[in-house]
């Protein structure tokens, strides 16, 4: 399953707001701009939009507090001029890949570490953010961050402030937040010119922002509604209709809602593929590609194997509902379309619709907002929240605090779109996608039941009948991928090693050479090396076999963590093992030329493989860093790719 690479416009504009909230709270009015601080340059190295997310939101954050900024991609610019004496540089750059830098900052990137010529004046100031995952790559963890800021150094600029490392893998939004913190107290002073310390930071505390209610509104519930000074009040109109749209393709113009070419496709089969596996079973839903669209007359969608699919979830009723209660305001008010420019959701939708389509309910509250509702500045943010999962409204029936609507939208986690690799394939199904997707469903360490919100949707979404049904289509767009493909010489040897959902893109290119092999394409070998919790779980063991038979695959190793299957074969062990054992059988695949395909979750399973690989490499007398530039190079190459995700 791949969730959202490239967020909505929206997504951005919304942060910012919510940024610039956290530091109006953390740094009060008596503090002002550092005279001795000059221009702030926010520059911005992205591959999945995350940080250039956070920059959009610390130039707002800065520029409300009456500061010169600009933001810029590392690209936009000849590497010599990015930089200038007197200004202040922070930086934020992720690292992609096993190491490698976005693609927005390559070209900077190769020529500050490589080009002799690089230099920069001592009075060229910075600070590095650095975006990784330490799960997924622990051996390359934020590699490129750590390069630029110890380079930047050491070709003359000067270090305000130590390298901040963001892990995706933990709490990335509690690391930016603590960096913001440690940032701003570089570049304010008292009213006497005097810097200020982080610690010294006087706090606006909940508590300090005046509430007074509004007059009489036939929009509300009760007549009346609170709201916090900080945001623009929001103008809502009485409600019209208590009926709720299950999608928002109505919207056009400025306040259209989803990204371009997104359609509203139909449900043709939903079910469950082993039902022996109980409720947390791997599922199977197909989608026709046929537009059903009867606002407008969309051309039909089309995909090339390897492509993700984009969904727009919508939350539950019942968590709606729930916060609309919370919220004391008439579920059916339409927010009007006279608002604040600031507003950054659609105008003209109930408030209902909001909720349900703009609003991850289910998200994690950012470590400002959940300080706001707690009225608690020394929050420990992983053990409070993030750790325990804990929501907006779990925290606001906590503190039995009425939340105002505005606070709600202007701070809480916008919806991002969820991205799922197809498991079909586009020359064998070229009018429909097949998804396999595993209902999420835990219990939290404070005892909440969680699901998540597009597997949940995913899972009630019924079946098409007969014609048009809303309530059977999903909002969805294709994602192309075009660095995940089979080989275009089909003799080229392949191999799969796939684990749980990663089983949906190898499962596309099965179907593949499957439909080529009909068309009398020659094929070289391919292996396949597959793991599933337990036989209970195992999917797809037709579609396996018709290909063992047939040649599309020349051998396939399924081993299970648990349990045996019913014709008693017990290979209990990981994939990650699995790869070990087969070790010079890896080997040998690789160095005659033969491509590497990676599927499934990338915090446990992608690092289990990867450190696989490296132990395999190292047996062939590499030392460690020989073997992991050796892994890079086979990806830089487009011999090994991945389909990672969690």
Not at 223 to 249: I, M, N, Q, W, Y
Not at 296 to 316: A, E, K, Q
Request: hydrophobic share 35%; aromatic share 8%.
């Amino acid at each position: 399953m791949m969730f959202a690479h490239n967020a909505p416009k929206v997504f951005a504009s919304h942060l910012s707001h919510r940024l610039c909230g956290l530091l109006r709270r953390r740094f009060s009015s008596p503090v002002r701009p550092n005279p001795a601080v000059g221009a702030i340059r926010i520059l911005y190295g992205s591959q999945t939009g995350t940080a250039q997310l956070f920059a959009i939101q610390l130039a707002d954050g800065l520029e409300d507090k009456g500061m010169n900024v600009t933001v810029h991609a590392l690209d936009e610019k000849p590497p010599n001029e990015i930089f200038s004496p007197g200004d202040l540089h922070l930086v934020l750059a992720s690292s992609t890949g096993r190491g490698e830098p976005p693609d927005n900052a390559r070209k900077f990137y190769d020529w500050i570490m490589n080009d002799p010529s690089a230099k920069l004046d001592k009075n060229v100031n910075f600070a590095v953010f650095g975006l990784g995952n330490k799960s997924a790559h622990p051996n390359n963890y934020n590699v490129i961050g750590k390069r630029l800021d110890a380079r930047l150094s050491k070709i003359g600029a000067h270090r305000i402030s130590e390298i901040a490392l963001g892990d995706d893998g933990g709490c990335i939004e509690g690391d930016f937040d603590e960096w913001v913190v440690d940032i701003m107290s570089n570049l304010v002073v008292d009213e006497k010119g005097h810097s200020k310390e982080s610690a010294d930071v006087s706090v606006v505390s909940l508590n300090e922002s005046p509430i007074e209610p509004h007059s009489r509104n036939p929009a509300t519930s009760n007549g009346k509604r609170v709201s916090l000074k900080k945001h623009p009040p929001l103008a809502l109109d009485p409600a019209e209709t208590d009926v709720v749209r299950l999608d928002l393709f109505h919207l056009s113009g400025p306040y259209k809602f989803y990204a371009k070419n997104t359609k509203k496709l139909q449900v043709i089969n939903n079910h469950i593929l082993t039902p022996d596996a109980g409720e947390s079973a791997l599922r199977e839903i197909r989608v026709s590609l046929k537009c059903h669209n009867a606002e407008t007359t969309d051309t039909d969608l089309s995909y090339t194997t390897g492509d993700h699919f984009l969904v727009y979830p919508r939350n539950s009723d019942a968590i709606v509902n729930a916060y609309v209660s919370m919220l004391d305001v008439g579920p059916h008010a339409i927010i009007s379309e006279n608002q604040n420019e600031s507003y950054p959701y659609p105008r003209g939708i109930t408030v209902t619709e909001t909720l349900s389509h703009c609003i991850d309910l289910g998200a994690l509250p950012s470590p400002s907002f959940s300080r706001m509702i707690l009225d608690r500045e020394d929050l420990d943010y992983v053990n409070d929240i993030a750790n325990p999962r804990r929501t907006v409204i779990d925290l606001c029936l906590q503190t039995g605090t009425k939340l105002p609507l505005e606070d709600l939208l202007y701070n809480a986690m916008p919806m991002k779109p969820r991205y799922y690799s197809i498991a079909s394939s586009g020359i064998k199904l070229p009018d429909q996608v097949v998804l396999v997707y595993r209902p999420v469903r835990y219990m939290t360490s404070n005892g909440y039941l969680r699901e998540g919100v597009c597997t949940s949707y995913l899972a009630h979404k019924g079946v098409v009948q007969k014609g048009l049904d809303d309530a059977a289509c999903v909002p969805a767009l294709i994602s192309p991928n075009p660095t995940f493909r089979l080989p275009p010489d089909t003799r080229t040897p392949v191999m799969f090693i796939g684990g749980g959902c990663g089983v949906a893109p190898i499962r596309a290119f099965i179907e593949e050479r499957l439909a080529l092999q009909s068309m009398g394409r020659e094929f070289g070998p391919a292996s396949l090396f597959l793991g599933f919790r337990n036989p209970h779980d195992e999917v797809y063991q037709g579609l396996v076999q018709e290909a063992l038979e047939l040649g599309a695959l020349t051998e396939a190793d399924i081993v299970f963590s648990s349990g045996c299957n019913s014709h008693g074969h017990c290979q209990q062990m990981l994939v990650s093992d699995l790869v070990r054992q087969r070790g010079e059988k890896v080997w040998r695949h690789i160095q005659e030329g033969g491509h590497v395909y990676v599927c499934g979750g990338a915090r446990t399973f992608g690092a289990a493989v990867e450190s696989a690989f490296l132990d395999v490499f190292q047996e062939q007398s590499m030392t460690f860093d020989e073997a992991n530039g050796y892994l890079r190079e086979l990806a830089d190459k487009g011999q090994l790719a991945e389909d990672l995700a969690d």
